[in-house]
């Protein structure tokens, strides 16, 4: 039953572990392309330029798409945080710009302002969102269901991992144009190996408990990645701050010796996160600064990015080898379950955070 835990401790164990269910369940429903045919209908039936709105682990989730789109289909993103997005001076809107809203509750006041706003500018809408009878649902010219069920965990995890899952269709269907149907064809086969591949990364939760039963007493950590990692490094943050209350800042790893670096000492756990081949030996060069100056690296990577980064790491969260485009889902795993154990060592409430609220309604 959705509004129980189901055996588990807690609502957001419970929606960690239906994450391979939700992915199933997304596949099947995005399996037919009538769903994501309805973009056709929109004015810019050619879709040139696309601007992503959200808040919070929504806001993240479209940080990642913003690579895949850009990556596969050549269609210029940005990606914007609602409240920032709903008064700041606009460019010129083009033909062909659409917006994407991304939200689990459909709810969330800056991004129904933002929503408002852009239809009042005639730039078409879409959301994509969990919420199927909110406001936001019912505003959009278009909506994408993310079907990932009710979420009760404040801080979001498998309706995170929904937008991942629903976002990668998208670029998937906006590539189309572009790419041949085989690629598609085989980027679409890893979303149905994903299910698998999360089931595979949660077999691995006591290495995450380990790492976990270390931040019992510690008041920052430093999440690093780079491209779409970075945006997962963000996330990896945001799920430690809102579920255990310790200060954590993410940092495109690159950036680390423009600042970050002088807050490092051996009290501050890093986590990096090992997620694309291509520059992986770049981010263990980061790394290096960091052990150099008597700092803890935690690596999250599969055991290839470990081999090559054994010297560097004094703690591993080894996750399942998984094709390029569908890593950072399975990165989000450990990720999750950091933010879990880490609050449940130190004797808090991870459903109910201090401070925060489900679905931000007021401004
Ligand atoms: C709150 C929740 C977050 C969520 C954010 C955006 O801060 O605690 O988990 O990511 O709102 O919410 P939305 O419903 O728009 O995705």
Redesign the pocket.
Known sequence: HAFDTGGHSHFMAKEIYEQPAVIDQINRLYRDRSLLDQLFSLDAARIRRINFV??????HAASVARHWIQSMSGIECTVHV?SEYRYEALPRIYPGEVAIL???????AD?LAALERLRRLGMPVIAIV??SGSTMARLADITLPLAAGPEIG???TK??MA?LVVMAHLSLHLALRQASPTITGRLRDHLLRLPALIDAALHNEPAVIEAASGLAGVSSALFLGRGPFQALAAEGA?KLK?TSYIHAEAFPAGELKHGPLALVDDAMPVFALAGSDDLRPKLASNLREVTARGGQVHVIGDRESMLSMADVASGMMTVPRAPEFIRPMVAAVPLQLLAYHAACVRGLDVDRPRN?????TVE
Do not use: I, M, R
Not at 356 to 360: F, G
């Open positions: 959200a808040c919070g682990s929504s806001f609602a991304v939200s689990q509750s459909g709810e969330t991004t969990n919420e404040v801080a979001s309706a995170f937008q945001l809102e925060l609220a489900k679905s931000v």
